[in-house]
């Protein structure tokens, strides 16, 4: 019995820290802020959602990384699986708007 509770500890210790390490905070608030911008205008084009991974630095090459944390944006505002599915059509098109990468001045 006892050998279960450490068991369950320890897996319980493991998630967290491994759930902790794949959040990356600025890639969260990007996706977040994408997920606000679509719940203002649903039909917000391209060039306004690559301005928002520009304003988080956000290269082209972790932009898909981002783009997978708007799904779930989208649906927390109230889109339908079907209207998400259509903006996140934008969302790759934005993707095309973004720097390769950004040089620090």
Do not use: W
């Not at 759930?19 to 306004?48: H, T």
């Not at 997978?68 to 079907?82: A, F, H, I, S, T």
């Amino acid at each position: 019995m006892k050998f279960l509770f450490v068991a369950l500890f320890i897996t319980a210790v493991f998630l967290v820290v491994r759930m902790a390490r794949k959040q990356d905070p600025v890639k969260q608030a990007c996706a977040n802020e994408i997920g606000q911008l679509i719940r203002k205008d649903r039909n917000a084009n391209p060039k306004d959602i690559a301005q928002v991974f520009i304003r988080h630095k956000v290269s082209r090459s972790e932009t898909s990384k981002v783009g997978r944390l708007v799904m779930p944006q989208l649906m927390k505002v109230g889109l339908e699986p079907d209207e998400a599915t259509m903006v996140m059509h934008q969302v790759r098109e934005a993707y095309n708007f973004v720097p390769e990468s950004y040089t620090d001045s």
